[in-house]
């Protein structure tokens, strides 16, 4: 970057809704984009300060000390920590966060700052900001953390609050040492309910917690006895001591006695006072006296925002209130109580900026909430004017004061800015349905040009004289980009440069570049636009152009193109090809760039050339501007002006002479103003953007004085219609009713919307001429049209008279019919969707619960009673439990291999064994809990209940007991089916013999009703799933093609019975068999003998003999074939009779095996129960296996995490040990030394008289009165809440220092006393300096240890306590192995007992109590357990008897051993005082010498022990250095042995589990012989024991023995007295 100036900050503007802050007691802060703004409340003027890094995140600031800190908007942010006012750098703090900070505190007092991180880490960190380090911090602390507040009173309190959660941390310091500890205050519930947690300082702490509704923290403050007020979003006011974790309520608004101001109030900030509290709610700042639990409103301030933040000063003499809507207001209690107005900038992203063209350089804004303001050249707010809609781009006319501005609504307004205190709208014009996007004066000031996203660019008047009038418009190719003009003066022409997006281009970019070009001349004749409005051709200019790849903007200069492309991130250059004339040469020419440099880092970026095209500036979303030289644009001098990370820069533009831009952030809300400052080589470039402001100012400066005052006398829009404005009247043709009877032509016409945009404006118009050039014509086919209505009229009348109707509304009938139809199609799609739902219903239904079924449910009735049996339904079983089954049978085939072979190895004799056999089998039934066995449905592989130990033996079980299932319910269902089978058969029997019973009651001629039995629904399911033609009661819907097909099938039907009817082989075949020679049984009935004719025709009187004989013939055959009929009746009945009874004894026989059946299915349901009862219980085992298999990892991690932590507090409890041995050893010689100093006083002032040393002395005790010291502290302030704890407290931070300067005073000459010289006099001062340095020292100290030591036993009582959580926990773990054990070892068994046998009390099986806990063993191993214990009682009350005897003796032996020591002792005694009676031979030469020799002899003595004493003194230092290198290896020993011990350690629970495990088992699995070996080795110590008692009997003889030969020696060996004396 070869800069050839530099880019400086002149004024900024904006609020964002953060936090305001006091840096002094003046001054305040808060953040403006990317700087800091500071605002002074007095002379109300304004600073700003850009940020180091890249944006601001968080802010804070201490008023008392003048420092603020703020943090950036960046990957691994710093925090910068700075002065006010001399805005220097103190510090930079690193590595806090990764990606941001929430929330920063200064502390009151003290370099210390906290400092909360947002994710991934939420990080709380206290830093001292003078060194640049971390003191602590706590990761995973501040999920919710809104902001951060130290106690005043003592920095080591720390206040988070949350969202949802306060939290105080406490900070324990050690030395240098710094550890945060949380307590985390749980609020009220709404039920009047408190639960307080505090978070542990160990892991063995445990919380209580109330899941109940907790209300929600909205403000806090601290409070000079360090409590907390805490304001709540539900109207709650509490009072939190965070050292007793008490809350106490002081405002309830729920409560009858509520103060109603304060009830419908929201306290969403709180600042303490010296009478109360100050508290901001939703509508109002109120100040509260708080006495007690007793609270009341004392004053109440109403203003017109509603207030989120305020605060004292830090001299507690202003009350500042803040709005987030970007207004501040200043209350001094002292001076009056009017709150006075001092700040107001409108919160908000600002839209666009620009700069009007006067030498004023006032600048005018629009807000995305459609206000216009006007600033002064200082950055002052002059005035604003409210749109009321919302506002898209602006533009500033270059000759007369005002400004156009676009709207979202398509219109363009006209701002009159010639008062600058009262701006008006003057005129608006509506050009678009959509937003205006782009507005653009040219540089003369010939047109105003708009741009919108339909594609359209119209031309409208500049000049106030010709009202703003539309010229025309034009369509371009594509949606617009951008859009910039330019005016050639010399050529009297307008050039404009319009960016598009082409069909393959996105919306966001555009390859495709229109060129316009318009005279500045005679542009609104008649021939210049059509009918429509739009520009023709002769006049307007077009050419079109191409890049290689698309961009993102453009400018225009003056015969080139400047670019910016943001897929390759470069600015571009192009230059315009010369214009021929010819424009069809010139329609999609591309342009390839002559210059590319490199762009924005981060882009989109925009451009803005300068007016005098000599500069180039670029923005991007990284907040970056960037002014080049167009004619080489690899120079470029950039500013931060907005933050990356809300956005970077919306726009930028230019002032008239260039030399002053403004640029407006995306998102931050700020509005930033520059200036150009270029180099001594480069002021020739300045001077030229100068000449050319001065130039263009020359050449409008006739069109300013004639089209100003024309402008000046604008009325205000809306008020009085401007001429020429009144919007046309419009007509329509729409359609016409000819039903109509009494209609009026003015109907015909509809009305125009309200608001027309200029095309349709122009379009109506047009009408409006077209009705009036045709009118008559017009009125010519109104008549006619009438006439043919009222023809109609009298049609449809004859019409309603007539028998038969004819429709003359042919397309009303038309109409009806497609909407019949469309209804019609549309409950037949709905029909159809319906179906189809139900259907798709019906196929998942039907292949969940009957495709996926091998065995289907059915049930078998009986045929004479209620008796039905239901199978059971199965499914297939799966691949996998087939596998399971296979992998466990396998298993239990190896299991049973190696059983047999270890079988083989024990010789039974065959009657045990047979025995043996006998008990097993009379047991099976009973031991194995089920019957399954005995019904043949057990698998072979089945475990015994008694061998069931490990859980992979149980879930084996569970597997092979299921499959018993299975086969119980296959093997059932096998014989369910058979005799399904069977009742089919029955069925058709029946149905045969009904069907022979009808056929012989039709030959009787009977009618009775038959028992014809069938099968129902659920003993056939599968006729549910068939839809009979019976069931469906609606008419069937049959399509066309259906009902050809059943057209079809009828005659199909109808040929082949006219076929059968006409089939002569069965008439041939019928009469032969009218002939046969035998008749059939079955005819006989059907018989009748005919009588002979003569009966029929004759009289009997007439009859001949022949004629009688014939009779009588005829006669005797009618009697025997009536006989034979008779005959033959009674044989059809009787074959009915036995009919009846074989189905009836079918069905008895059917019943008899459902019986059986049932019965059957009854045993199989018992089995099937007892086989899930046990896979109940063995699952039930295993769950709770499982459980406690993950109960045991989780106190493993526990132990293993405390016994990680034990090892980390063990070894800093050691550090902390060391370091307070250290500082106590430097503590006593820090005060030895300050008592050396009392002590060497009077030697050092040996040579004075002891009065004057007395008198110094007491001088040299003086110090300074606390009084005198407070009144230098004091201020005079009487508001400030912390004054008097500051004062008296313990910790003022400079007492030191005042104890200094007081010093001072105490140390002026008027106070030496007389006869003193000066040199004795300055030596006093420097000694008792010397002696008030060393109390400090030792008072410093003397905290610091106490502090330490403090620290120390709190760090003592952690590591206790994380030793009893260790110790708890591996108890824990042992119980829990105990339970494993037990759980492994108590197998639950299931018996089977017959009813009556057993009569128990129902209680809970899953209870663990000993009521149900049972073991079962076999009588004889009971039996055998009882000779056991009666041979071993037996033995141990012998044992007993021998152990009796023994210990008798024993305690004989002790009592003479004792009676021995004693004489012994005496005789030690009497030797002791003959030995003590004997005198030396100095004692006797004593006795005889003289009082001089005796001294003598004395000093010698002395002499000689001195040296003894310096000669043990030097031995005494080489034994002690001897001793201390030995302590030093024993030392390290130590540390060796103690690190091994902790390996030990951490294996000595393992090592115990395991040692505890193979107790149990061993204990259980060898009860006997562990009691036989105890007693052997009990036996074997008392038999050792008393041989040792033999052996001390003899040896304390032996020693009796020698202690007698010594006395004899003794006095054999040395004299007595009586012989000394001769």
């Known amino acids: 970057m070869n800069e050839f100036g530099s880019l400086e900050l002149r004024w900024i503007q904006g609020f964002a809704n953060r936090n305001t802050e006091f840096v002094?007691?003046?001054?305040?802060?808060?953040?403006?984009?990317?700087?800091?703004?500071?605002?002074?409340?007095?002379?109300?003027?304004?600073?700003?300060?850009?940020?180091?890094?890249?944006?601001?995140?968080?802010?804070?600031?201490?008023?008392?000390?003048?420092?603020?800190?703020?943090?950036?908007?960046?990957?691994?942010?710093?925090?910068?920590?700075?002065?006010?006012?001399?805005?220097?750098?103190?510090?930079?703090?690193?590595?806090?966060?990764?990606?941001?900070?929430?929330?920063?505190?200064?502390?009151?007092?003290?370099?210390?700052?906290?400092?909360?991180?947002?994710?991934?880490?939420?990080?709380?960190?206290?830093?001292?900001?003078?060194?640049?380090?971390?003191?602590?911090?706590?990761?995973?602390?501040?999920?919710?953390?809104?902001?951060?507040?130290?106690?005043?009173?003592?920095?080591?309190?720390?206040?988070?609050?949350?969202?949802?959660?306060?939290?105080?941390?406490?900070?324990?310091?050690?030395?240098?040492?710094?550890?945060?500890?949380?307590?985390?205050?749980?609020?009220r519930a709404p039920d009047g309910t408190f639960s307080e947690s505090q978070a542990p300082s160990s892991q063995n702490a445990k919380l209580h917690q109330r899941t109940r509704a907790r209300l929600t923290p909205s403000a806090i403050c601290w409070t000079a006895t360090s409590k907390l007020y805490v304001g709540c979003a539900e109207g709650f006011l509490l009072l939190v001591d965070p050292e007793s974790h008490s809350v106490s309520v002081l405002f309830?608004?729920?409560?009858?006695?509520?103060?109603?101001?304060?009830?419908?109030?929201?306290?969403?900030?709180?600042?303490?006072?010296?009478?109360?509290?100050?508290?901001?709610?939703?509508?109002?700042?109120?100040?509260?006296?708080?006495?007690g639990a007793q609270i009341n409103i004392a004053q109440m301030w109403q203003l017109e925002r509603p207030v989120t933040t305020v605060m004292y000063s830090p001299d507690y003499k202003a009350l500042l209130f803040s709005s987030n809507t970007g207004q501040m207001y200043v209350l001094n209690?002292?001076?009056?109580?009017?709150?006075?107005?001092?700040?107001?900038?409108?919160?908000?992203?600002?839209?666009?900026?620009?700069?009007?063209?006067?030498?004023?350089?006032?600048?005018?804004?629009?807000?995305?909430?459609?206000?216009?303001?006007?600033?002064?050249?200082?950055?002052?707010?002059?005035?604003?004017?409210?749109?009321?809609?919302?506002?898209?781009?602006?533009?500033?006319?270059?000759?007369?004061?005002?400004?156009?501005?676009?709207?979202?609504?398509?219109?363009?307004?006209?701002?009159?800015?010639?008062?600058?205190?009262?701006?008006?709208?003057?005129?608006?014009?509506?050009?678009?349905?959509?937003?205006?996007?782009?507005?653009?004066?040219?540089?003369?000031?010939?047109?105003?040009?708009?741009?919108?996203?339909?594609?359209?660019?119209?031309?409208?008047?500049?000049?106030?004289?010709?009202?703003?009038?539309?010229?025309?418009?034009?369509v371009l190719p594509g949606c617009i980009l951008s859009l910039s003009a330019q005016c050639n003066r010399d050529n009297n022409e307008v050039k404009v440069l319009a960016l598009c997006a082409g069909e393959e281009d996105?919306?966001?970019?555009?390859?495709?570049?229109?060129?316009?070009?318009?005279?500045?001349?005679?542009?609104?004749?008649?021939?210049?636009?059509?009918?429509?409005?739009?520009?023709?051709?002769?006049?307007?200019?077009?050419?079109?152009?191409?890049?290689?790849?698309?961009?993102?903007?453009?400018?225009?200069?003056?015969?080139?193109?400047?670019?910016?492309?943001?897929?390759?991130?470069?600015?571009?250059?192009?230059?315009?090809?010369?214009?021929?004339?010819?424009?069809?040469?010139?329609?999609?020419?591309?342009?390839?760039?002559?210059?590319?440099?490199?762009?924005?880092?981060?882009?989109?970026?925009?451009?803005?050339?300068?007016?005098?095209?000599?500069?180039?500036?670029?923005?991007?979303?990284?907040?970056?501007?960037?002014?080049?030289?167009?004619?080489?644009?690899?120079?470029?001098?950039?500013?931060?002006?907005?933050?990356?990370?809300?956005?970077?820069?919306?726009?930028?533009?230019?002032?008239?002479?260039?030399?002053?831009?403004?640029?407006?952030?995306?998102?931050?809300?700020?509005?930033?103003?520059?200036?150009?400052?270029?180099?001594?080589?480069?002021?020739?470039?300045?001077?030229?953007?100068?000449?050319?402001?001065?130039?263009?100012?020359?050449?409008?400066?006739?069109?300013?004085?004639?089209?100003?005052?024309?402008?000046?006398?604008?009325?205000?829009?809306?008020?009085?219609?401007?001429?020429?404005?009144?919007?046309?009247?419009?007509?329509?043709?729409p359609s016409v009713d000819v039903t109509e009877r009494d209609g009026d032509d003015n109907n015909l016409l509809r009305a125009p919307p309200s608001q027309p945009t200029w095309p349709e404006s122009r379009r109506e118009g047009l009408l409006k001429e077209d009705q009036e050039q045709y009118s008559e014509m017009k009125k010519n086919l109104m008549e006619t049209i009438k006439e043919l209505r009222d023809s109609i009229q009298e049609m449809i009348r004859d019409s309603e008279n007539q028998p038969e109707h004819f429709n003359l509304d042919v397309e009303e009938e038309r109409r009806l019919e497609a909407m019949v139809e469309q209804e019609v199609t549309r409950v037949r799609t709905e029909i159809e969707w319906d179906i189809l739902e139900k259907c798709y219903l019906r196929d998942v239904l039907k292949r969940e619960c009957w495709d996926t079924m091998k065995v289907i449910s059915r049930t078998i009735k009986a045929f004479h009673s209620d008796l039905e049996v239901l199978n059971y339904p199965l499914k297939e079983q799966t691949e996998k439990e087939l596998e399971d089954l296979c992998r466990v049978q396998n298993m239990r085939k190896l299991e049973k291999a190696a059983c047999s072979l270890g079988n083989l190895k024990k010789d039974l004799s065959a009657q045990e064994e047979e025995e043996e056999k006998k008990v097993q089998d009379a047991e099976t039934a009973t031991v194995t809990g089920s019957i399954s066995a005995e019904l043949g449905y057990s698998n072979p592989y089945v475990y015994d209940q008694f061998s069931l130990k490990t859980i992979e033996q149980r879930i084996n079980q569970i597997v092979l007991l299921q499959d018993v299932i299975y086969r119980a319910k296959t093997a059932f269902n096998t014989d369910f089916e058979a005799l399904h089978k069977q009742k089919m058969k029955e069925l058709k029997r029946v149905r045969d013999r009904n069907k022979h019973i009808r056929e012989i009651m039709l030959q009787l001629d009977m009618h009775e009703e038959l028992w014809e039995p069938s099968l129902t629904n659920s003993e056939w399911p599968e006729r549910l799933l068939t839809v009979e033609d019976s069931e469906i009661r609606a008419e069937r819907y049959l399509t066309a093609e259906q009902k050809e097909e059943e057209e079809r099938r009828k005659l199909e039907e109808e040929r082949r019975l006219a076929a059968q009817a006409d089939d002569s082989r069965e008439r041939a075949l019928d009469d032969m068999m009218d002939g046969v020679l035998e008749v059939k049984k079955e005819d006989i009935l059907k018989m009748e003998i005919p009588p002979p004719e003569f009966v029929l025709t004759k009289p009997d009187i007439q009859w001949s003999e022949e004629e009688k004989k014939a009779f009588k013939e005829y006669e005797k055959k009618a009697k025997e074939l009536s006989e034979e009929k008779e005959k033959y009746k009674k044989l059809l009945e009787i074959e009915i009779k036995k009919l009846h009874q074989s189905t009836k004894e079918a069905t008895e026989r059917f019943d008899e095996n459902l019986a059986k059946l049932l019965e059957k299915k009854v045993n199989c349901t018992v089995a099937i129960y007892q086989e899930e009862l046990k896979i109940t219980y063995l699952v039930e085992s295993v769950l709770r296996e499982e459980e406690m298999r993950s109960q045991e990892q989780e106190l493993k991690l526990k132990l293993e995490k405390m016994l990680a932590y034990k090892d980390e507090t063990g070894e800093r409890l050691k550090k902390l040990e060391e370091e307070v041995e250290f500082l106590q050893e430097t503590y006593d010689n820090v005060v030895l030394e300050d008592k050396s100093l009392d002590?060497?006083?009077?030697?050092?002032?040996?040579?004075?008289?002891?009065?004057?040393?007395?008198?110094?002395?007491?001088?040299?005790?003086?110090?300074?009165?606390?009084?005198?010291?407070?009144?230098?502290?004091?201020?005079?302030?009487?508001?400030?809440?912390?004054?008097?704890?500051?004062?008296y407290g313990s910790q003022a931070p400079d007492a030191f220092s005042q104890m200094l300067r007081a010093m001072d005073e105490l140390d002026a000459p008027a106070n030496m006393p007389e006869g003193l010289s000066t040199v004795a006099w300055e030596r006093f001062c420097q000694i008792r300096r010397a002696k008030v340095e060393s109390e400090q020292k030792v008072k410093t100290k003397a905290l610091t240890l106490a502090e330490m030591q403090?620290?120390?036993?709190?760090?003592?009582?952690?590591?206790?306590?994380?030793?009893?959580?260790?110790?708890?926990?591996?108890?824990?773990?042992?119980?829990?192995?105990?339970?494993?054990?037990?759980?492994?070892?108590?197998?639950?068994?299931?018996?089977?007992?017959?009813?009556?046998?057993?009569?128990?009390?129902?209680?809970?099986?899953?209870?663990?109590?000993?009521?149900?806990?049972?073991?079962?063993?076999?009588?004889?191993?009971?039996?055998?357990?009882?000779?056991?214990?009666?041979?071993?009682?037996?033995?141990?009350?012998?044992?007993?008897?021998?152990c009796k005897d023994v210990h008798k003796g024993m305690i004989q032996l002790e009592?003479?051993?004792?009676?021995?020591?004693?004489?012994?002792?005496?005789?030690?005694?009497?030797?002791?005082?003959?030995?003590?009676?004997?005198?030396?031979?100095?004692?006797?030469?004593?006795?005889?010498?003289?009082?001089?020799?005796?001294?003598?002899?004395?000093?010698?003595?002395?002499?000689?022990?001195?040296?003894?004493?310096?000669?043990?003194?030097?031995?005494?230092?080489?034994?002690?250095?001897?001793?201390?290198?030995?302590?030093?290896?024993?030392?390290?020993?130590?540390?060796?042995?103690?690190?091994?011990?902790?390996?030990?350690?951490?294996?000595?629970?393992?090592?115990?589990?395991t040692v505890s495990e193979l107790r149990h088992i061993c204990e259980a699995a060898a009860m006997a012989e562990n009691e036989a070996a105890a007693r052997e080795e009990r036996y074997q110590e008392i038999v050792k024991r008393s041989k040792l008692k033999e052996l001390a009997r003899v040896q304390a003889e032996n020693l009796a023995f020698l202690g007698a030969e010594v006395e004899r020696l003794t006095m054999k060996n040395f004299p007595s007295l009586d012989q000394l004396k001769h």
């Open 24 to 187: 002094e007691n003046k001054t305040v802060c808060y953040t403006c984009g990317n700087h800091i703004c500071f605002l002074n409340l007095e002379t109300r003027t304004q600073n700003a300060f850009p940020s180091p890094g890249r944006g601001i995140g968080a802010l804070t600031a201490n008023g008392n000390s003048g420092i603020f800190a703020f943090s950036e908007e960046k990957l691994s942010p710093s925090i910068y920590v700075y002065t006010f006012p001399e805005l220097q750098l103190k510090n930079e703090l690193k590595g806090g966060a990764q990606l941001d900070y929430t929330s920063l505190a200064l502390s009151h007092g003290g370099p210390y700052l906290g400092s909360c991180s947002s994710l991934p880490d939420h990080i709380i960190t206290v830093w001292n900001w003078e060194n640049a380090e971390p003191l602590c911090s706590q990761p995973q602390a501040g999920q919710d953390v809104v902001s951060l507040a130290f106690n005043p009173m003592n920095w080591l309190q720390l206040c988070a609050l949350g969202t949802a959660s306060l939290t105080v941390w406490n900070i324990a310091k050690s030395d240098s040492l710094h550890v945060l500890q949380p307590s985390t205050i749980e609020l």
């Open 252 to 291: 309830n608004p729920t409560s009858a006695d509520a103060i109603p101001e304060l009830r419908r109030n929201s306290f969403q900030r709180l600042t303490p006072n010296n009478n109360g509290l100050i508290a901001v709610g939703k509508e109002s700042v109120v100040h509260l006296q708080i006495k």
């Open 333 to 474: 209690p002292a001076q009056s109580d009017r709150i006075v107005k001092i700040f107001d900038v409108l919160s908000g992203n600002f839209v666009t900026a620009t700069l009007l063209h006067n030498d004023k350089n006032i600048c005018v804004s629009l807000k995305e909430s459609g206000e216009l303001q006007l600033w002064s050249s200082d950055g002052i707010c002059i005035s604003s004017l409210s749109l009321q809609v919302e506002v898209t781009c602006l533009a500033s006319c270059p000759f007369a004061h005002y400004a156009a501005v676009g709207t979202a609504t398509g219109k363009v307004l006209f701002i009159d800015l010639n008062q600058e205190q009262r701006p008006r709208l003057v005129h608006e014009v509506l050009l678009y349905h959509t937003a205006v996007d782009h507005l653009v004066f040219d540089h003369g000031g010939n047109y105003l040009f708009t741009g919108g996203s339909d594609s359209h660019i119209y031309v409208l008047e500049a000049r106030p004289s010709k009202m703003f009038s539309v010229i025309g418009y034009t």
């Open 506 to 733: 996105r919306k966001k970019d555009g390859s495709l570049l229109t060129l316009l070009s318009l005279p500045t001349q005679n542009l609104g004749g008649p021939d210049s636009i059509d009918r429509h409005g739009c520009l023709s051709s002769h006049v307007l200019k077009v050419f079109t152009f191409t890049v290689p790849r698309p961009l993102k903007s453009c400018v225009l200069g003056l015969s080139e193109i400047f670019a910016y492309c943001h897929r390759s991130k470069t600015l571009q250059r192009f230059v315009l090809p010369e214009d021929k004339g010819d424009l069809s040469d010139q329609q999609g020419v591309e342009l390839k760039p002559v210059q590319e440099v490199r762009g924005h880092p981060l882009g989109p970026a925009s451009l803005a050339l300068s007016p005098h095209c000599l500069w180039l500036a670029s923005v991007g979303r990284d907040g970056l501007l960037r002014i080049r030289e167009t004619a080489s644009m690899e120079r470029y001098i950039e500013l931060q002006c907005h933050s990356c990370r809300l956005g970077g820069v919306r726009s930028v533009s230019f002032s008239t002479d260039g030399c002053t831009l403004l640029t407006v952030g995306l998102k931050d809300g700020s509005l930033v103003c520059t200036n150009i400052r270029v180099k001594g080589g480069d002021v020739s470039k300045m001077n030229e953007a100068t000449q050319y402001s001065k130039s263009m100012a020359h050449f409008l400066k006739n069109i300013f004085d004639t089209e100003n005052p024309i402008l000046i006398n604008f009325p205000v829009w809306g008020q009085v219609s401007l001429v020429g404005t009144e919007t046309p009247e419009v007509s329509g043709g």
């Open 1239 to 1287: 002590k060497d006083f009077r030697r050092a002032f040996s040579e004075l008289p002891s009065h004057m040393v007395d008198c110094l002395y007491k001088m040299f005790k003086r110090r300074p009165r606390a009084q005198k010291m407070r009144a230098q502290m004091d201020n005079s302030n009487n508001s400030d809440p912390f004054k008097e704890h500051r004062l």
């Open 1350 to 1442: 403090a620290f120390l036993q709190k760090k003592r009582n952690e590591d206790k306590a994380a030793q009893e959580e260790i110790k708890n926990l591996s108890e824990a773990l042992e119980s829990l192995h105990r339970k494993r054990t037990d759980l492994l070892m108590d197998t639950m068994v299931q018996i089977i007992l017959k009813q009556g046998q057993v009569e128990v009390t129902t209680t809970d099986p899953t209870a663990d109590n000993a009521d149900t806990n049972f073991i079962l063993y076999h009588r004889s191993v009971v039996d055998n357990l009882r000779s056991v214990i009666r041979t071993l009682a037996e033995q141990k009350i012998a044992s007993m008897v021998v």
């Open 1455 to 1553: 009592w003479e051993n004792k009676v021995m020591r004693k004489q012994i002792e005496d005789l030690y005694d009497k030797e002791k005082n003959i030995k003590m009676l004997r005198l030396s031979e100095e004692q006797q030469k004593m006795t005889h010498c003289s009082k001089s020799d005796q001294e003598s002899h004395t000093s010698k003595q002395i002499s000689s022990l001195e040296k003894s004493i310096a000669l043990m003194e030097t031995t005494h230092k080489k034994s002690v250095q001897q001793r201390l290198r030995k302590i030093e290896q024993l030392n390290k020993r130590a540390a060796a042995k103690a690190k091994k011990s902790a390996n030990l350690e951490q294996q000595l629970p393992e090592m115990q589990v």
